[in-house]
Each structure stands twice: as C-alpha cells, then as structure tokens.
C-alpha cells in the first residue's frame, strides 16, 4: 500500500509543478500584451500627430497658432 502512496505524492509534485510552469507562462503572456498594448497607443498618437501636422501646412495661414505639433 505504501508504494501506492508514493506514487500518488510522486504524481501531486508533478502537477504541482506543472501548474507552476502554467502559470509562469501566464504571467510572461500577460506583460506581453501589455508591451503590445502601449506600443500601439503610442503608434495612434504618432499618427493622430501626423494628421494635425499635415491638417496645419494645407491650412490657410491663420487659421491655426503658429506653433506646430511634433511627432
């Protein structure tokens, strides 16, 4: 009987261990998706720049303050 309660604490270490590795994993997913999430703002913001930079040379001259957005 002992054997077979070797292999079953055996068997709860593995799946403990699993578990862990599972959730590392998560973990590392997670702050990706972050990274990539800001990356993108920062990408919109660069463009939403672009637009309002291009938006202020076709217009006539005083319609907007001198200064100019930098992207």
């Known amino acids: 009987m002992?054997?077979?309660?070797?292999?079953g604490a055996t068997r709860e270490n593995v799946v403990a261990i699993a578990v862990i590795g599972v959730l590392i994993y998560?973990?590392?997913q997670i702050s990706q998706i972050g990274i990539n999430a800001r990356a993108w703002q920062?990408?919109?913001l660069n463009q939403s720049y672009a637009v309002i930079?291009?938006?202020?040379?076709?217009?006539?001259?005083?319609?907007?303050?001198?200064?100019?957005?930098?992207?």
Do not use: H, M, Y
């Open 42 to 44: 920062i990408s919109l």
């Open 26 to 28: 998560l973990a590392q």
């Open 53 to 71: 930079n291009d938006l202020i040379d076709v217009a006539p001259k005083g319609t907007f303050s001198s200064t100019r957005c930098s992207s």
């Open 2 to 7: 002992a054997n077979w309660e070797a292999i």
